[in-house]
T-cell receptor, first 108, second 113 residues
């Protein structure tokens, strides 16, 4: 059974700081997703990573994928309050399996 | 990007009743998926719905409780039957349209009283 482990589960950051969220998964897959969820809302797609070594960046967020290590990272650069949300990684293997989520709070 | 319209967006239901949630995709998709997200939790897959065949349910979910229909390649429904307060959750449908990433509906926030 595919397992997706995400850490940390809770992250409190100061504005302007950098941090990385980690996502490990147990079964070979070449399709990894990162989503953002605001309270009471559905999931917003951030990144789709489709190959080993893939790196994608959007604003202050950068995601990477190492399929050999079965690891993806979501790096936050110079955090701002608007990034406060819950971030999920998810791995597709016949269906989509989600990590537990990282609840990010960015404080002034 | 592909669009999945989900309704209702929220509902408050009496225990013992049933609620049917609908999802419409703006393109044809082979598989649709239904998830449950309990408060403060991650998403748990309920079932995968293929057009023309019975849905495949994950461990802990059964057809009698969560019947699913998939009458064509753009539409699916999930019914939450004989509801109890433990069924209070957000229910999300999703699909993998061609040429787009995995896409979610807007979610249905269900409260059972």
């Amino acid at each position: 059974e595919l397992k997706v482990e995400q850490n940390p589960l809770f992250l409190s950051m100061q504005e302007g700081k950098n941090y990385t969220i980690y996502c490990n998964y147990s079964t070979t897959s070449d399709r990894l997703y990162w989503y953002r969820q605001d309270p009471g809302k559905s999931l917003e797609s951030l990144f789709v990573l489709l190959s080993n070594g893939a790196v994608k960046q959007e604003g202050r967020l950068m995601a990477s994928l190492d399929t050999k290590a079965r690891l993806s990272t979501l790096h936050i650069t110079a955090a701002v309050h608007d990034l406060s949300a819950t971030y999920f990684c998810a791995v597709y293997f016949h269906d989509m399996r989600f990590g537990a989520g990282t609840r990010l709070t960015v404080k002034p | 990007s592909a669009v999945i319209s989900q309704k209702p967006s929220r509902d408050i239901c009496q225990r013992g009743t049933s609620l049917t949630i609908q999802c419409q995709v703006d393109s044809q998709v082979t598989m649709m998926f239904w998830y449950r997200q309990q408060p403060g939790q991650s998403l748990t897959l309920i079932a995968t719905a293929n057009q023309g065949s019975e849905a495949t349910y994950e461990s802990g979910f059964v057809i009698d409780k969560f019947p699913i229909s998939r009458p064509n390649l753009t539409f699916s429904t999930l019914t939450v039957s004989n509801m109890s307060p433990e069924d209070s959750s957000i229910y999300l449908c999703s699909a993998l349209p061609p040429n787009y990433g995995y896409t979610f509906g807007s979610g249905t926030r269900l409260t059972v009283v």
